[in-house]
C-alpha cells in the first residue's frame, strides 16, 4: 500500500480532471459512496460537519445519499459560505434543491444548538478540512472541534481528522480524535507519526476511480509493508540447493553479563535459515554460548587469524548486540566497517560507539544496516528523542541520505529507508516490548542478506517477520519475549511461502 501527501494527491486530482477530463464533481461522488459504504447501518441519526472547501462537498454529498437511505440527518457547515468551492458548491445546490436545510456555523450564537444535535447523534461526519490544511485551527473552527470531541458517540473523519497536518502529522492547534477515518486512494504520511492513532482511529483506504498508472506516476516511493508484500518477495527454496546457498554469516556480540544479546542474535540468524552461522564472541562467554549454540559456530574475539579470514569470508556480518559502549567495541566496528566486502548491520553498542564518530561510515566497503531505536538514534544524529518521534520519516530518511546508509528505526511503524524509498512496517506490538527483540532483529536481518536478499529488502522482510512472529504468539500470550520469537521464526516464514503457493495457484 502506497502512502502519500498533500503535494502528490493535489498532482494526482489535478491530472485526473485536466488530462484525464475526470469532472471533480465524479471524484467527489465516489468518495461519497464510498464513505457511506463504511457507515454501519445502525447509525440512524447522523450529523454531517462540513468546510466550504472539497472536503465540505464530499460531506454534503454523503449528505444526500444518507437522506435517500431514509436516515436522519443534520448538516452543519462552517466558514463563509460565499466562498465555497466550485465542486462544493454544486452539491450545496442539490440539497437544497431537494429540501435540505444547511446550517451555517458562524459564530457562538449557533453553537449552543449546535451542541445539542452532536449529544444526540449516532454518528458525527467530520467533512471540515481536508488535506491541504496548513494553518492552525482557531476561533469557531477550534470551538466545533471540541464539542465534537467531548460529546460525540461516535466520529468519523473523511479522508483527514480536521486539524490534523496529513504531511507532518502534527495538530494545528486542535484536531478532530476520530474513531474511524476514511481517506482516499494513499495512506497519509502524517498519519505515521507517533500516537497519532489517537486522532485517526481505525484507517480505511479507499480509491474512488483514480487509475493505477496516475497513482504510479506521481507517486513518491513510500509504501506500508503489508503481508501481500512480504509474500511476493520471498523466496521459497530450491529443492537442490545446499547449506552453502544459505549464505555464511557471522554475528560478533557479547561481553561479560551480555551472553544473552550474543545468543538471542546468533539463534536468530539460525532459525531463519542462514547456512553456515559464526558467533564471535568475548574469549569468558565462548564456552558456555557453545554449549548452547547446537547449530553455530564459536570464535572469541581474541582469535585473530580466524576473525579476519571471518571478515573477510562471509556473506554478512551482524556487530553490537551486548558488546558494551566502550572503545574495544568501537576498534572493532571500525575494522569490520573498513575491511568487510559484504553487508554489515550495525545494532545496540555497534550504534552507540558512533556518538561523535560517525564518519567512520565513510570506510564502507558495501552496503551498512543501521537498526537503532530512538534513544540510540538521538546518539548518533544529535536529535532529542522527541523531535525524532514527532517526524520518524523525515528525520529517518534524511539521515539514510546523508550517510548514504539503509535505516531501520525501530518502534510502533518502524522505519526502513535507504534515503530514496521508505517503507513503514505494518507488524508488531507491545506485547513485544521486552529485552532482547532488536537482538532478535539483527539476526533475523542478518540471516536474509546472507541468504542473497538486497539488503533493502532483507530490512523490509526481517522487519515485518520479526513483528509478524509477535503477533502470531500475540493471539495466545500475554507477552511475548525475545526467545520465543526465535521459536516461531521458521513456522512464520513457512506459513508466508505457504500463502504464496496458494496466491500463485488462484
Request: charged fraction near 20%.
Amino acid at each position: 500500500m502506497r502512502i502519500g501527501n498533500s503535494k502528490v494527491m493535489n498532482y494526482i486530482d489535478q491530472f485526473c480532471t485536466i488530462n484525464l477530463g475526470i469532472p471533480g464533481t465524479i471524484l467527489m461522488e465516489n468518495a461519497a459512496l464510498k464513505v457511506v459504504k463504511n457507515v454501519e447501518e445502525k447509525y440512524k441519526n447522523i450529523v454531517i460537519v462540513c468546510g466550504v472547501g472539497n472536503n465540505g462537498g464530499d460531506g454534503m454529498a454523503c449528505a444526500r445519499h444518507f437522506k435517500a437511505m431514509e436516515k436522519n440527518i443534520e448538516v452543519f457547515c462552517i466558514g463563509n459560505m460565499g466562498k465555497m468551492s466550485k465542486d462544493c458548491k454544486f452539491n450545496y445546490d442539490i440539497l437544497i434543491n431537494m429540501g435540505i436545510k444547511v446550517q451555517n456555523i458562524t459564530d457562538d450564537e449557533y453553537i449552543t444548538k449546535f451542541e445539542e444535535k452532536i449529544k444526540n447523534a449516532d454518528l458525527i461526519l467530520d467533512c471540515i478540512f481536508g488535506t491541504g490544511l496548513n494553518r492552525e485551527v482557531k476561533g469557531i473552527y477550534s470551538v466545533v472541534i471540541s464539542i465534537i470531541n467531548e460529546n460525540a458517540n461516535y466520529i468519523m473523519s473523511v479522508d483527514v481528522p480536521t486539524g490534523l497536518n496529513s504531511d507532518n502529522g502534527f495538530v494545528m492547534g486542535n484536531a478532530i480524535k476520530a474513531n474511524k477515518t476514511i481517506s482516499f486512494v494513499m495512506q497519509k504520511k502524517g498519519f505515521f507519526n507517533y500516537k497519532n492513532e489517537v486522532y485517526t482511529g481505525e484507517v480505511i483506504i479507499e480509491n474512488i476511480g483514480v487509475p493505477e498508472f496516475v497513482i504510479e506516476k506521481f507517486h513518491e516511493y513510500m509504501y506500508i509493508v503489508d503481508e501481500n508484500m512480504i509474500t511476493n518477495s520471498i523466496l521459497k527454496r530450491d529443492k537442490y540447493a545446499h547449506k552453502g546457498d544459505f549464505g555464511k554469516v557471522c554475528i560478533f556480540a557479547g561481553s561479560k553479563g551480555y551472553s544473552g544479546a550474543a545468543y538471542i542474535a546468533t539463534e536468530a540468524a539460525v532459525r531463519c535459515g542462514s547456512g553456515l552461522t559464526t558467533l564471535c564472541t568475548a574469549n569468558e562467554l565462548q564456552e558456555v554460548l557453545s554449549s548452547k549454540l547446537v547449530e553455530a559456530m564459536t570464535v572469541n574475539f581474541e582469535e585473530k587469524e580466524r576473525v579476519q579470514k571471518l571478515i573477510s569470508s562471509c556473506n554478512a556480518i551482524g556487530v553490537g548486540p551486548g558488546m558494551g559502549n566502550s572503545k574495544e567495541t568501537f576498534e572493532i566496528v571500525k575494522e569490520i566497517i573498513s575491511k568487510a566486502s559484504c553487508p554489515v548491520v550495525l545494532d545496540a553498542d555497534a550504534i552507540n560507539v558512533l556518538k561523535d564518530k560517525i564518519g567512520i561510515l565513510k570506510l564502507k566497503k558495501n552496503k551498512i544496516i543501521l537498526t537503532p531505536h530512538p534513544g540510540e538514534m538521538s546518539r548518533i544524529s544529535g536529535i532529542s528523542v522527541e523531535k525524532i518521534e514527532e517526524n520518524r520519516i523525515d528525520v529517518a530518511k534524511k539521515f539514510a541520505f546523508d550517510h548514504n546508509i539503509i535505516l531501520v528505526l525501530k518502534g510502533y511503524n518502524t522505519i526502513i529507508t535507504d534515503g530514496k524509498s521508505v517503507f513503514i512496517n505494518s507488524t508488531g506490538s507491545s506485547y513485544m516490548a521486552s529485552g532482547g527483540m532488536g537482538d532478535c532483529l539483527t539476526g533475523i536481518i542478518v540471516s536474509l542478506v546472507g541468504q542473497g536478499y538486497a539488503p533493502i529488502i532483507a530490512a523490509v522482510i526481517g522487519s515485518f517477520i520479526h513483528g509478524y512472529c509477535g503477533d502470531n504468539l500475540s493471539h495466545k500470550m500475554e507477552n511475548v519475549t525475545a526467545s520465543d520469537v526465535l521459536h516461531e521464526i521458521p513456522y512464520a516464514i513457512k506459513k508466508l511461502v505457504i500463502k504464496k503457493l496458494i496466491m500463485n495457484i488462484n
